[in-house]
């Protein structure tokens, strides 16, 4: 079994949110792989299971708040016993990254994103990989970056940030099918100021991460990682 994690937050408040694109890039795998497929609600989340060849792969957006993320992640992992290094991918949006880019990683800190420090509390390691989306940097008038990634993607930007979760889609296969090596090797690319040409970042299997410098919030009434595990609000599974 591989697992592939997006995050963000439930409820339609939330929908199209910049915070929710790793939600976004799950639902772009349910639509090209299993579109046909039951939503369940196990592991705190919304899985949906399909199968590329012979690998079986579970797709989880966890229902809890985004800073309560790790208990899904950690219920997944145990229960199939699976391998961080070679079975989970974690998708999760990032601002210090252009709208629509990627970039894959398979240790390093937090970045000060609130689902990915749960995640590493839950697991006890900063060791599991994460594929990280672009979604632009606050323009300046926004103070407090809180309110960007909280805030809804316009419809040019969803219409920019479709090729890139077509990206994700295969990044995320790639993985699946080749390990996440080959994935880094095919998908990574430095990020250039616009009229420069861009070359695959190298991919060593100990990269350290370089992705958000700031804080990345999430809502202050999540609940705590210690409460109920039965999902607050809608379930997120749309």
Known sequence: MKLIVGLGNPGPQYDKTRHNAGFMAIDHLVAKHASGAIVRQRFSGACTEF????QKVLLLKPLRFMNCSGSAVLEAVGFFKL????DVLVLVDDYSLPLGSLRIRNEGSAGGHNGLSDIQRALGTTTYNRLRIGISAPPPEYDDPANWVLGKFTEAELAAL???LDTVSKAAECFINDGLTVAMNKFNKRVVAPGQS???AAAPGNTPNTAAKAAQSSPTSAPNPAANLTPKGPSATS
């Open 51 to 54: 199968t590329i060849g012979e």
């Open 83 to 86: 391998d961080l290094a070679a």
């Open 162 to 164: 479709k090729p890139g």
């Open 198 to 200: 861009s070359a695959p």
